[in-house]
Every structure is written in structure tokens, then in C-alpha cells.
Nanobody
Framework: QLQLVESGGGLVQPGGSLRLSCALN????????MGWYRQAPGKQRDVVAT???????NYADSVKGRFTISRDNNKHTVDLQMNSLKPEDTAVYYC?????????????WGQGTQVTVSS
């Protein structure tokens, strides 16, 4: 079973930076897109950034110019560098991948990591 293990969340002051990391473990055949999503209390889960297998990226308008997504295809990891953080970035951040594991292609999700931006 493919597992996504996230790390790097925490509490940071407005204007600060955090780096989230996600490692994919177990039963990986093919990894297509990878990405980060977030969900604030009382809101739906929204896409933050995605990156394809050839490195093409897309960002939510609210994070363009502040966040950078990157991936290492050899290590099966995806990172999210978050700069100039704002209180409205506070949410649980989830790692996601569209991948084939043990013959099944579907979306896989991490357990989520809390990011809190507050003074």
C-alpha cells in the first residue's frame, strides 16, 4: 500500500517561511502528478500547487509568487516552500499524488500537517 508521509508543519509568524515535505513509500509503480492541498476549518479542501512528472507546475492564485513546489522523481518526494506567509494560509496541508500502486491507479493522500500563521 502506497503511503504518503508529510512533515514540516508548525507555527510561524506572518511574513515567515515554512517548508513542507512529503515522502512516498511502498509499492510505487508510476507517479503522475503530485501536489499540495489545504483545508481551513469550515472550508472545503482546495488545491495549493501541483507538479507533473515532467516538472510543469500550477499554483492557486492566492499563493503565486510566495509558494514553490518541487519534486524529486528519484527519491519520490514532493516539497512545498512557503514564503511570506499570511494568517489566511492557516490550514491543514495535505500531500497528494496520482499514482499506480500494486496495479491500482488512483489519488493517494497523506494524513495532513497543520500550518498556523499567527503572531
Amino acid at each position: 500500500q502506497l503511503q504518503l508521509v508529510e512533515s514540516g508543519g508548525g507555527l510561524v509568524q506572518p511574513g515567515g517561511s515554512l517548508r513542507l515535505s512529503c515522502a512516498l513509500n511502498g509499492g510505487i509503480s508510476v507517479i503522475y502528478s503530485m501536489g499540495w492541498y489545504r483545508q481551513a476549518p469550515g472550508k472545503q479542501r482546495d488545491v495549493v500547487a501541483t507538479i507533473t512528472s515532467d516538472g510543469s507546475t500550477n499554483y492557486a492564485d492566492s499563493v503565486k509568487g510566495r509558494f514553490t513546489i518541487s519534486r524529486d522523481n528519484n527519491k519520490h518526494t514532493v516539497d512545498l516552500q512557503m514564503n511570506s506567509l499570511k494568517p489566511e494560509d492557516t490550514a491543514v496541508y495535505y500531500c497528494n499524488t496520482d499514482a499506480i500502486s500494486w496495479g491500482t491507479r488512483r489519488d493517494y493522500w497523506g494524513q495532513g500537517t497543520q500550518v498556523t500563521v499567527s503572531s
